[in-house]
């Protein structure tokens, strides 16, 4: 980018109600620790400036990442869902001069820091406006990367789809950043939750993890 290291901030949304989790995801337990931390410690492993949206100024999630250099964002219209929290990290991002930002689930542990080091240097070699992961198969995913030229878009955000429609929209606008893995699982419901654990498990005791 004509010498210049672009700023990008990777926005890890977790301001959800997890109303079809049934109780507050973000502090469930992921192996000897918050789902939240494990989001945040895999895209912290990532040099660059990491950015947790959550819903309430909640100690407790602060607690859990206090040795993890977080910086942290309050939707304050988390019953908006996603577009709430996109505009709410975009917004500050912006403000402090961001060239992109990065946009991560905080429901998906298995999230990679390679897959998010892939999308961060393709944006640095070939920037676009929008750079979005491919899975196997072509399954289209997160992390999405938003160039600051698109910013004023995803201000405009609405509804729980996050930026599913600006996507699409902007679909000739796209590059596909292709990742030769399975997609993240997102742990929606609580037996998406039950699901993971003892799957997991299960796979760690084999040594396929």
């Not at 961001?98 to 920037?127: H, K, T």
């Not at 990367?145 to 679909?171: V, W």
Request: charged residues 25%; neutral net charge.
């Amino acid at each position: 980018m004509s010498g210049h290291e672009p700023a990008i901030w990777v926005l890890i949304l977790a301001a959800g109600r997890s109303r079809r989790m049934g109780v507050p995801k973000q502090l469930l337990p992921i192996h000897g620790e918050s789902l939240l931390r494990r989001v945040a410690r895999k895209v912290s492993a990532v040099p660059g400036l990491a950015a947790a949206v959550v819903g309430t100024d909640d100690p407790d999630m602060k607690a859990e990442c206090a040795d993890l250099p977080l910086r942290w964002i309050v939707n304050p219209n988390p019953d908006e869902g996603l577009s709430g929290s996109i505009r709410a990290g975009t917004a500050e991002a912006q403000a402090h001069g961001a060239d992109a930002v990065m946009i991560v689930l905080g429901d998906q542990p298995d999230l990679s820091p390679a897959v998010l080091a892939l999308v961060r240097d393709a944006y640095r070699s070939r920037p676009a406006p929008i750079l979005q992961t491919r899975y196997a198969g072509g399954r289209p995913g997160h992390p999405v990367l938003f160039d600051r030229s698109m910013f004023g878009e995803l201000l405009q955000l609405k509804g729980d789809a996050g930026a599913k429609a600006l996507i699409e929209r902007r679909k000739a606008d796209v590059a596909p950043i292709e990742a030769a893995a399975p997609p993240p699982v997102d742990l929606d419901t609580w037996e998406d939750y039950e699901r993971y654990i003892h799957g997991s498990c299960s796979e760690r005791r084999e040594g396929r993890a």
